[in-house]
Structures are given as C-alpha cells and as structure tokens.
C-alpha cells in the first residue's frame, strides 16, 4: 500500500527555517510527481511545490526565493526546505504524489507554525 509519512513541522520564529521531509514507500517514486500543499485556517488548500520525475520545480509565488523543493529518489523522499519563513507561512504542511490523472496520494500533514 502506498504510503506517504511527513517530518520535520514545527514552531519557529519569523526568518527562520524549517526543512520538511516526505518519505514515500509503496510506489515506484522515481516516476511520481511530488508535491507539496499547505492549507491555513479559513483559507483553500494550495500548491506550493512541485517536482517531476525529471526534477522539473515549480513553486507558488508567494514562496519563490524563500523555498526549495528537492528529491532523492535512492531515499524515495522529498523535501522542502523553507528559509526566511513568515507568519502567513503557518499552514499544515501535505506530502502529495501523482502519477497522471487517476493516480494520487496524500500524506497526513504536518502543522508548521512560525510566529515570535
């Protein structure tokens, strides 16, 4: 069964930083796309990373500059890293993986909260 496990939320301060982590099992991870979402209280859940299989990146503009996603597909787990994090970042944190239209997984989430 395929199976997604996040790590790494946590509190911290504004301008810190925070790397998340996705580890998959279950699936053939080198030829899923990767994703990362975040949902705020009130608010639509969103994209805010994304990694192809050919590590192809896009990321949401409000987090451009600030995040990176990678992959290492040896490990089958993806990361975000998060630098020079902002309160308006304060979500919980999805791992997603998809494969074409009718393949696609979530993790549980995991809360990251960044304020003083």
């Known amino acids: 069964q395929a199976q997604l496990v996040e790590s790494g939320g946590g509190l911290v301060q504004p301008g810190g930083s925070l790397r998340l982590s996705c580890a998959a099992s279950g699936i053939t991870f080198s030829g899923y796309t990767m994703g990362w979402y975040r949902q705020a209280p009130g608010t639509q859940r969103e994209l805010v990373a994304a990694i192809t299989s050919g590590s192809s990146t896009n990321y949401a503009d409000a987090v451009k500059g600030r995040f990176t996603i990678s992959r290492d597909n040896a490990k089958n787990t993806v990361y975000l890293q998060m630098d020079s994090l902002k309160p308006d970042d304060t979500a919980v944190y999805y791992c997603?993986?998809?494969?074409?239209?009718?393949?696609?997984?979530w993790g549980p989430g995991t809360q990251v909260t960044v304020s003083s």
């Open positions: 997603n993986a998809r494969w074409g239209r009718y393949w696609e997984y």
